[in-house]
């Protein structure tokens, strides 16, 4: 081995300086780069850059849409539910500030209208039901900033412009058979994105991605970019249709995209009330408030938007309940990692108490979505009939970090309870009361009354906005729970919202006597969808 060693450096050296010097044939990796930049340039000069989208001043737009709501239907077996929304955008894209006004309406008659704004120093809303401004916090803005690109007509634009910052990750896609590819890949934070494009025209005609669902697995969101048309020196669409796993996720019609000289000033004013306006969105922060003896609420705020929204309108709450000897929790709300941190969190907390016991209001995506977190240990789910399956679809599921082989939770059909009616969880301290009430929400709906304290949690049948049955009146939901509530005689003290409100019961006994908003959007000059309008 010692001659092979010596051998190498001679045979370097007897190299020429041009043999050593010259550059070598190019290696798959930078074929690939050649090609993919090759399409990527193309496109763009069919689309349009960064610069021509900023030339254009402001672009106002009215939009329809529809979304399906995934994990939102009547129970976690039927087709998912389909809302509509429709709304108004200005889009300054000289000053980077963007703004709409737009409604939609929940299942089960929960109605939401929103005004909000995006700029590059700050984003906030307004609830234009109740009148109740949020603040988005500063670690959340490129979040809404990002999420203003992607459902844009010029979400295109915006891929491509990705495409060249990251331009050391564009590679060409070789289909399977196929002698001219007409996609590439880029990475841009961490995610892979294929762009789709048309060899004729050279404009972007889709964009995929893989995302792991907590429910489901692996699976791939694709972007259709449909109808473009020319508005100045760039290519605009019209359309814009998002796919889960070759179903539509949502689809978007923007009508009369046009210039205008300039933006209106009113549209970026804060909220008059900017000073109590309710922070969202921006890093995570767990917070455990006592709300009563034994009872706590477990808050945090939403990072996500919702479909067609900029910034996040809703907070989350988890009921916490110290047993003599192990904990209880409600709901477990977004994703394994959120609830990864209450876990956490929770432990800091109660170090000597296990999270013995796990019950949930709904099945519903934002409610549920952090069961994974619970799968691998040892605690017990509490929930209605219909979600048994659910729970063990969701065990079973297989994700891209799980360890090869059985996973941990193989063993969580058996930790599940069901119940029908009401299902007591007897302590000496903090007796719980679980009651299924059914409603048009979903078909399972359970509250949590706690009799000692004279507390009532809910999840989405109270309170989803900070200030619940405000000016903008209370929905059905709203008014059903609180005959509920009536009916059973219970003397209701406080009052915890799934979605992080706590008031006094006499805020739910008042919305008896207030009437439905129902098509208050319309009257608030957000614009509805024309009649007739097919997707």
């Known amino acids: 081995m010692r001659s092979v060693r010596l051998l190498l450096p001679a045979l370097l050296a007897a190299a020429s300086p041009a043999e050593a010097q010259s550059p070598t044939r190019a290696g798959a990796s930078e074929q690939d780069y050649v090609a993919g930049r090759r399409l990527v340039d193309a496109a763009i000069r069919a689309t349009g850059d960064s610069a021509a989208l900023a030339a254009l001043g402001t672009l106002t737009a009215t939009f329809c849409a529809r979304a399906v709501e995934l994990g939102q239907s009547a129970r976690p077996d039927a087709p998912y539910d389909t809302i509509r929304a429709a709304g108004r955008r200005i889009y300054d894209l000289a000053g980077r500030r963007y703004a709409q006004e737009w409604s939609t309406e ?35 803005l490129a979040a809404s900033l990002r999420r203003v690109e992607d459902n844009s007509p010029y979400a295109p634009l915006v891929l491509l412009d990705r495409a060249r910052r990251n331009a050391t990750s564009i590679r060409i896609v070789h289909p399977a ?24 025209t050279h404009l972007v005609v889709s964009a995929e991605a893989l995302y792991d669902n907590w429910a489901v697995g692996l699976g791939t969101l694709r972007v ?14 019209a359309r814009v249709r998002t796919s889960w796993q070759q179903g539509v996720l949502t689809d978007v019609v923007f009508a009369g995209v046009a ?38 609420a477990v808050r945090f705020g939403q990072t996500a938007g919702p479909n067609f929204g900029y910034n996040p309108p809703f907070a989350y709450a988890q009921l916490l309940v110290e047993l003599t000897d192990r904990l209880l929790l409600v709901d477990a709300p977004w994703s394994a990692t959120v609830q990864q941190a209450v876990i956490d969190s929770v432990h800091r907390r109660f170090p000597a108490k296990p999270i013995a016991l796990i019950a949930f209001t709904h099945y ?23 979600n048994r399956r659910f729970i063990e679809r969701v065990a079973t599921a297989s994700h891209p970090l799980d360890s090869p082989g059985p996973g941990a939770a193989s063993d969580a059909a ?47 049948l109270f309170g989803i906005f900070p200030e619940p049955g405000g000016p903008g009146g209370s929905y059905e939901a709203e008014r059903a729970l609180a005959r509920y509530v009536l009916g059973q005689g219970w003397k209701v003290e406080t009052v915890v919202s799934g979605h992080a409100a706590i008031v006094p019961g006499s805020v739910l006994g008042a919305t008896l006597t207030q009437g439905s908003d129902t098509g208050r959007a319309r009257q608030m000059g957000v614009p509805a969808c024309p009649p007739g309008q097919r997707f």
């Open 224 to 237: 259709e970019f449909l109808d473009y048309q020319r508005v100045g020196p760039v290519r605009l669409a």
């Open 177 to 200: 058979g196929s002698r001219s590819p007409n996609a590439v890949l880029f990475v841009d934070r961490a995610t892979v994105t294929t762009l789709e494009i048309d060899p004729r």
């Open 364 to 386: 519903h995506s934002d409610h549920f979505g952090g069961l994974r977190a619970y799968l691998g240990g040892k605690t017990r789910f509490i929930t209605t009939p219909g």
């Open 414 to 460: 058996s930790r599940i309870e069901t119940f029908t009616g009401t299902h007591s969880i007897a302590d000496s301290a903090a007796p719980v009361d679980l009651h299924e009430v059914g409603g048009a929400h979903a078909d399972e709906m359970v509250i949590a009354w706690l009799p000692r304290q004279h507390l009532l949690f809910t999840a989405d």
């Open 259 to 296: 210039r205008t000289a300039a933006p209106p000033p009113e549209a970026f004013q804060p909220p008059s009330d900017s000073a109590h306006a309710v922070p969202i969105g921006g890093a995570l922060h767990i917070s455990i408030d006592s709300v009563a003896p034994h009872v706590f």
């Open 106 to 140: 929940f299942r089960g008659g929960i109605p939401l209208a929103l005004h909000e704004v995006v700029t590059d120093s700050a984003a906030y809303s307004l609830d234009r039901r109740g009148g109740v401004p949020f603040t988005v916090a500063p670690s959340g």
